[in-house]
């Protein structure tokens, strides 16, 4: 998939070769909870639009420290965007052109999920949800829990803005905003960031897809059931892809360091079996690999991530550096 990923290049580049596309300013004003089918799209937009958005927190608290969300909505989304041309068995790639801060802090809990470590420390943080305050410095790019632990006074990290949910309405079935499947969804994933590309199987007309959860930074795994959760604004465009050969199960991402097959699944088992397929698939596809040659190309230089733990679903996202893949002869 490469070729489109080269498409969105030029896109950035404002490219055009003659089609004008808009420019699009959106300021939300509802928000959902789950990637629906049946809900109104605020706008349609057509592949090669740019649009300017932006998300509130994970808690429904926006650029303004004001939570504009009613009840308990976990993982608050803006959209959904209808895209023109799209329909069931295309390919949506969603590329991220910036992301960045609009408040200078965050969020975060006290907390080790289940998965993560064994029952005798776990179970200490059972139905507690201590928040902590994070300040960002947005120009030096470096975040720090705000005055309430003795050893962590000089510690900081850097700050990498990325959306947690990115996804599309499935066929028929919501998925709730803290969960994900094949149409994308509370992805978690840190790689989502300015210059990479998420592509979704589209499985309605219109895509419907649906952007948000904003976080500064987050751990593999986001073992505190939180990233350091925030407010961000964005831009983004889309492309429809039709080639009926480039079939995706699964979500997969793409920036300039590598390309990305996600699995998700219950266990951790399966869900590196659907990763790991997804990225064969790919190579396949893209670098036509015969079977026995792909066992060279993965087995040499496959990595791992486990983006998600404590989400429904485990997610596991099979990795490889685009530049090893450039000695291919295809």
Request: aromatic content about 10%; hydrophobic content about 40%.
């Amino acid at each position: 998939m490469n070729k489109y990923f080269i498409f969105f290049l030029l896109v950035l580049s404002q490219i055009s070769f003659g089609q004008t596309f808009k420019k699009i300013i959106f300021s939300p004003s509802s928000y959902y909870s789950a990637f629906s089918p049946s809900v109104k799209p605020v706008m349609t937009i057509s592949p090669g639009d740019t649009v300017y958005t932006e998300s509130i927190d994970c808690n429904g608290v926006d650029k303004n420290g004001k939570k504009v969300t009613v009840g308990e909505v976990s993982n608050p989304l803006t959209g959904p965007f209808y895209v023109e041309g799209a329909s069931e068995g295309d390919v949506l790639a969603v590329s991220f052109l910036s992301i960045s801060f609009n408040r200078n802090y965050a969020t975060c809990i006290e907390y080790f999920n289940e998965r993560c470590l064994p029952a005798s420390i776990t179970k200490q943080f059972e139905n507690k949800f201590n928040p902590v305050e994070w300040n960002i410095d947005i120009e030096k790019s470096i975040a720090s829990p705000k005055g309430k632990y003795e050893h962590l006074k000089d510690f900081n990290i850097p700050t990498k803005p990325f959306l947690g949910c990115v996804g599309v309405a499935s066929n028929g079935i919501e998925i709730t905003s803290d969960d994900a499947g094949q149409s994308g969804g509370n992805l978690d994933m840190n790689r989502i960031a300015a210059g990479s590309t998420v592509y979704l199987p589209v499985f309605t007309k219109g895509a419907l897809l649906y952007l948000g959860d904003g976080h500064a930074a987050q751990g593999d795994g986001e073992i505190n059931w939180s990233a350091l959760e925030t407010s961000l604004q964005f831009a983004f465009t889309v492309q429809v892809i039709k080639n009926k050969n480039v079939k995706l199960d699964y979500p997969r991402i793409e920036d300039a360091t590598y390309i990305m097959a996600v699995g998700l699944d219950a266990t951790l088992d399966n869900a590196l079996k659907i990763a790991t397929k997804g990225l064969l698939d790919w190579l396949q596809q893209d670098y036509h690999l015969s079977i026995e040659e792909a066992t060279q190309v993965i087995g040499s230089s496959l990595e791992y991530k486990i983006a998600e733990i404590a989400d429904p679903k485990v997610e596991v996202v099979a990795m490889i550096k685009k530049n090893i893949l450039k000695g291919i002869n295809k």
